[in-house]
Nanobody, 114 residues
Framework: VQFVESGGGLVQPGGSLRLSCEAS????????MSWYRQVPGKERELVAW????????TYADSVKGRFTISRLNGKNTLYLQMNSVKPEGTAVYYC????????WGQGTQVTVSS
């Protein structure tokens, strides 16, 4: 199992960013997926969850209404559209399974700052 996250960068407060996660080594279309984020010195936080079909999504209260998780099963790719970003959203973002996690990828750094 391998996850490769990309799309991070520096964004101003109120701006938008789209993260991508390319997955391999398993049947992507049959697994629920999640985005997580981690700030140095703090525990990794689950941000969003999407079922294998994409039919159901769940979000942490801190991002509800601003972030959208989606997936393209034909491309084994998971996305996180981040809108109206806030400085407290600065973190390294990762994708993984929502329950028993596999080995973590390198993540992608998102920095929200003016």
């Amino acid at each position: 199992v391998q996850f490769v996250e990309s799309g991070g960068g520096l964004v101003q407060p109120g701006g938008s960013l789209r993260l991508s996660c390319e997955a391999s080594g398993f049947t992507f279309s049959s697994r629920d997926m999640s985005w997580y984020r981690q700030v140095p010195g703090k525990e990794r936080e689950l941000v969003a969850w999407i079922t294998w079909s994409g039919g159901t999504t769940t979000y942490a209260d801190s991002v509800k209404g601003r972030f959208t998780i989606s997936r393209l099963n034909g491309k084994n790719t998971l996305y996180l559209q981040m809108n109206s970003v806030k400085p407290e959203g600065t973190a390294v973002y990762y994708c993984n399974f929502p329950s028993v996690q596999a080995t973590w990828g390198q993540g992608t750094q998102v920095t929200v700052s003016s």
